[in-house]
């Protein structure tokens, strides 16, 4: 009898450790080891910047039109994007949700891990403070991209998750603040320590090429308010001017792979997919050509020895004309956002201007072209060649045609900046208008989402009213021309 219920304990005993091991396996298996609950801040640090990359870098026409609106490229089989057609693949409403959900929120997450995190040494408090600086320098960036884009957009409650109609900030304020943001980050930067090192894909953890980066931006934010507001423009480019971006060395740029899923967004779009969307287009192919311009071999290839780029805002026969240069085909081509060249053409704006920053509008101007070639791989005798070009050569009578045309040249691969170019220089005789279409219908900002119209009426209504109608030609604050 006792070694019936000792069996029986036995059993017992080996029934409840099996149990118990069981429920730890189940309990294990409701764990999303891919989709965790907590998240590090430096994974979503690392992803909403290179969301950011992407995004801006791309060539998806449901998203990202700019080499478009910039003239650079033509359409081939389905031109709507080149005649403006924003709606039918809700272009707005995707760059508006990829800015705002996954590079927003994943900075802000980042942030709000970040923050709280305790450091018992001088080097892991800098550390962390240069970590902060970083998120909000990209924060920064998308801010005033979205205003860039859109006008006045949703700042003050766009991070609050339980607010599900938040309101629009007016754009001009929030470049205040974001510029206040930029300015903090600047201070808080310590370059002896490293900022997010490894989960850095911009500057690995460089802190000198972080600041040159957030110098850079507000440089260019500065001028973007030069029309608008002279005094404030003037005060923050040259306190900017002497940190900026001085060598194709530091750009604001990710290193793509040749191995996905790291590859350059145009190789996704122009090589993985198999499509022949796109050719150069004729409105920039014609000014290079007239200029001699020693890029023209790497932006495109040739037709029998020439450069012919199809009709803008037309539908062409891509076996016709030109095609996207091979080095624009590469996965592993850097991204950049910021370059080099684009610093040198902002202070020589800047100098045009009479603000002090040091050194002449035409040196800068020169510094810009020189930069832009060295970029592409250019040789310099053929720079040289370029620059004495009397078609190139700077005019301080006209300066914003000079820089204006010479800067959305350079812009060819940062097409956002080349849009906005045009947008802010009012540079003329080179963007052409679509057939039945004039000059006054090219876009100066994209519609706000129809999904904000339909889920966030009141504060879409408003905002549409503060701006001057939600229109694709209403210009932005700072669009005084």
């Not at 396996?25 to 992407?54: A, C, H, Q, W, Y």
């Not at 599900?164 to 320590?193: E, F, Q, R």
Request: with cysteine; net charge negative.
């Amino acid at each position: 009898m006792k070694k019936f219920i000792y069996t029986i304990s036995v059993f017992f005993l080996i029934g409840l450790v099996v149990s118990c091991d069981l429920n730890d396996k189940l309990e294990e298996l409701n764990i999303d080891e891919k989709n965790p609950s907590e998240v590090p801040g430096e994974p979503l640090f690392t992803n909403g910047v290179r969301n950011m990359f992407d995004l801006m870098l791309e060539t998806n026409v449901n998203r990202n039109v700019f080499r478009l609106y910039a003239q650079y490229w033509a359409q081939t089989t389905y031109p709507d994007e080149s005649q403006y057609n924003q709606v039918t693949r809700n272009i707005p409403d995707n760059m508006w949700l990829i800015l705002y959900r996954d590079v927003l929120k994943d900075l802000n997450g980042a942030k709000l891990i970040i923050s709280p995190e305790e450091t018992v040494t001088d080097e892991a408090a800098a550390i962390k403070a240069n970590k902060l600086a970083c998120i909000k320098i990209a924060e920064v960036y998308a801010y005033s991209t979205l205003v860039d884009i859109f006008g006045d957009i949703p700042y003050t409650d766009a991070m609050d998750a339980t607010n599900a109609s938040p309101t629009y900030d007016d754009a001009a304020t929030v470049y205040a603040a974001v510029l206040d943001s930029l300015n903090a980050a600047i201070s808080a930067i310590d370059v002896d320590y490293e900022g997010f090192s490894g989960q850095d894909p911009i500057y690995e953890g460089d802190m000198e090429g972080w600041l040159k980066a957030a110098n850079s931006l507000k440089l260019r934010m500065a001028l973007r308010l030069a029309d608008t507001n002279s005094s404030t423009a003037e005060s923050l480019a040259v306190a900017a001017a002497a940190g900026v971006i001085d060598s194709n060395d530091d750009n604001f740029t990710i290193t793509y792979t040749s191995a996905s899923p790291n590859t350059h967004p145009l190789w996704v779009d122009l090589v993985q997919s198999g499509r022949n969307d796109f050719v150069p287009a004729n409105t920039l192919v014609d000014v290079m050509n007239d200029l001699s311009d020693p890029r023209r071999p790497i932006y495109f290839t040739d037709v029998d020895g020439a450069y012919d780029g199809g009709t803008y805002g037309s539908a062409n026969a891509y076996s016709t004309y030109s095609h996207i240069g091979d080095l624009l085909l590469e996965p592993a081509l850097p991204g950049t956002l910021i370059s080099y060249a684009e610093t040198e053409f902002l202070l020589a704006e800047a100098a045009a201007r009479g603000y002090a920053v040091g050194g002449t509008a035409e040196e800068h101007y020169n510094a810009g072209i020189e930069a832009s070639m060295g970029e592409w791989g250019v040789d310099d005798a053929d720079v040289t060649t370029y620059l004495a070009e009397a078609d190139v050569a700077y005019d301080a009578s006209d300066w914003k045609q000079s820089i204006g045309v010479q800067k959305w040249l350079a812009m060819y691969n940062l097409p956002f900046e080349g849009w906005t170019a045009y947008r802010l220089l009012d540079f003329t005789g080179i963007l052409q208008a679509p057939e039945d279409m004039t000059l006054s219908d090219i876009p100066v900002r994209f519609l706000y989402p129809i999904e904000e119209a339909t889920l966030n009426g009141a504060s879409y209504d408003a905002a549409a009213a503060a701006i001057g109608g939600d229109k694709k030609t209403t210009k932005l604050f700072w669009d005084a021309n």
